[in-house]
């Protein structure tokens, strides 16, 4: 194994950081505010934002932890949050073209993507097989070997009841981006 230099290692802890950030920013909307909620004597972040439907009424969303300090530091910090997508593509497009780091096919960006809007990783949940594989790489600084054995594994979390809208925006995210390809596959969440 070749290992990555440090200088691009430096570059993908840098973007690892900032999607970081902007993911945090985008989930939620500049309209909504943080408040923390203690359940059972242990203290929760909920982001609170109003309904669209006219009224006074709030639509509450699950953050976090308040105990976790990354997620607190991103709360107290949320204001401050940028979304800088054009400098990000510009350290992407260093890191594949000069790196030679891997990159998914377009359906499987599409689809991690998709995951990824539904709430998925935010709710811890996991990405298994050969596109998570891709990623490995620049992780642990070193070029791994990238073997296409078969398409990505998703493993869909089972902590989701089916009922609820966040199961119901996974399966759509998901659906809406994955090709048909007949009765025989289908995913399960």
Known sequence: MKSIGHIYQTLYSELAQRSLDARFAS???ADGRFVPVTVKDRKYWYFDRP?????????????????DEEITKRVE?????????????????????????????????????????????RLRGVLVGTVAYQA??????????????????LISPSFIPSRRPSAISFRRSLTS???STGPSEKFHT
């Open 27 to 29: 989930d939620f909307p």
């Open 136 to 153: 490995y790489s620049a992780m642990l600084g070193v070029r791994l070997e990238i073997r296409r054995c078969s398409p990505a594994t």
């Open 77 to 121: 910090a949320f204001k401050d949050l940028k979304a800088d997508v054009r400098e990000r593509r510009k350290i992407v497009s260093t890191l594949i073209r000069e790196a030679y780091l891997p990159r998914p096919d377009k359906t499987a960006g599409d689809i991690v993507q998709a995951l990824s809007e539904a709430g998925l990783f």
């Open 177 to 179: 981006c994955v090709p």
């Open 51 to 67: 309904a669209g439907d006219g009224t006074s009424k709030q639509d509450r969303s699950y953050v976090g932890p308040a105990d």
